[in-house]
């Protein structure tokens, strides 16, 4: 992937309700993907939303991000250019 060689800065916020509701995921560096909104960051994967339950790690959410990064998911779309 353009992405392989690459670091980037991401940020989650986790809410009081955390681990009962997902934490937001945002990369600070600019990226041009699909599932990221290209104004403010955010990442749109299932693990952050319909998919998530309080047993889901952090470590999981991260791995689910770098696997979008080699295999992004058009379904659930922030960025329709991209």
Same mark, same amino acid.
């Given at each position: 992937t353009p992405y392989h060689t690459r670091y @980037?800065?991401?940020?989650? !916020?986790?809410s009081t309700d955390f681990p009962s509701k997902p934490p937001?995921?945002? @990369? /600070?560096t600019k990226i041009y993907h699909p599932n990221v909104d290209p104004t403010t960051?955010?990442?749109? !994967?299932?693990? /952050?939303?319909?998919?998530?339950?309080?047993?889901?790690?952090l470590s999981h959410v991260l791995t689910v991000i770098r696997c979008l990064m080699i295999v992004p @998911?058009?379904?659930s779309s922030l960025n329709d250019e991209a």
């Open positions: @980037f800065q991401l940020k989650l !916020v986790l937001r995921g945002y @990369f /600070l960051g955010a990442i749109c !994967v299932n693990t /952050l939303k319909k998919d998530w339950t309080p047993t889901t790690s @998911f058009p379904e």
